[in-house]
Nanobody
């Protein structure tokens, strides 16, 4: 079983930046495809970005391309989400998730392992 812990959320003004981290423990981190999802109040959890086990393949929600960047450091068992030019509509709880395979996907139901989430609030 893998345990995931997100950090790096907080309150930021519109136009600012944040970097989220997802620390993994348990089984071998480098074997997992990983993803970031977010959920705003009253809305469904939605895909943000995903990365394959090696980091060679990355995927983004179309609306976030160019502002968000996903990466991972397998030596540190950590995945990151760099978020730039933040907007109030980016306000949500951000979750990291892990698959039991090394390939990434944008489908949340294919991620059996989830962190507890970190709140990101963007003020206007």
């Amino acid at each position: 079983q893998v345990q995931l812990v997100e950090s790096g959320g907080g309150l930021v003004q519109a136009g600012g930046s944040l970097r989220l981290s997802c620390a993994a423990s348990g089984r071998t981190f480098s074997r997992y495809g990983m993803g970031w999802f977010r959920q705003a109040p009253g809305k469904e959890r939605e895909f943000v970005a995903a990365i394959s086990w090696s980091g060679a393949s990355t995927y983004y929600a179309e609306s976030l391309k160019g502002r968000f960047s996903i990466s991972r450091d397998n030596a540190k068992n950590t995945m990151y989400l760099q978020m730039n030019s933040l907007k109030p509509e980016d306000t949500a709880v951000y979750y990291c998730a892990a698959r039991d395979t090394g390939w990434a996907t944008d489908t949340r139901y294919e991620y059996p392992h989830w962190g507890q989430g970190t709140q990101v609030t963007v003020s206007s």
